[in-house]
């Protein structure tokens, strides 16, 4: 074995050590996070912290813009049909700042997927495209 395998395994058994320390901790290595407000409890309660009422919030931003939406989609009147689509885009502005602030303090994870499975998903997705009965291509 040469000097290049022996640090590559090396390596290799330094990642493995660190991942199964991770896995050990409860943390997944491929889990995106900041680190969390030290302001949180340790344990648990029954009354809410900061963390439950931005989740809260952001819940009751979720259904607001779904109920948006549907306004617009079924206005028949155009000044009206403005109007929600102007109060939906203010929703989700509010909901994308209320989900930056939750991920800044650590209280929203995101889960970094491997490149084959999205490539592998992408190709899926894009073969059902040809089963759709007309085509998107320019005249």
């Known amino acids: 074995m040469n000097q290049n395998q022996q640090n590559m395994g090396q390596q290799g058994q330094g990642q493995q050590s660190q991942q199964s320390q991770q896995s050990q901790q409860g943390q ?4 995106i996070k900041n680190a969390q407000s030290s302001m949180l409890p340790k344990v648990k ?5 900061d963390r439950d009422r931005v989740n809260d919030v952001l819940a009751t931003e979720k259904y607001l813009i779904t109920v948006a939406n549907i306004a617009a989609w079924e206005s028949s009147h155009s000044e ?4 929600a689509v102007s ?3 203010e929703l ?3 909901h994308r700042d209320l989900f930056n602030l939750m991920f800044k303090k650590g209280w929203y994870k995101l ?3 491997e490149q084959q499975k999205l490539d592998q998903a992408y190709k899926q997705f894009s073969n059902y495209s ?3 009965p007309y085509t ?3 005249h």
């Open 92 to 94: 989700q502005e509010c």
């Open 111 to 113: 889960e970094a997927e």
């Open 87 to 89: 109060i939906c885009q």
């Open 28 to 31: 997944n290595p491929n889990q």
């Open 130 to 132: 040809t089963q759709f």
């Open 45 to 49: 309660g029954p009354e809410m912290n």
């Open 136 to 138: 998107t291509q320019a």
């Open 80 to 83: 009206l049909h403005q109007d």
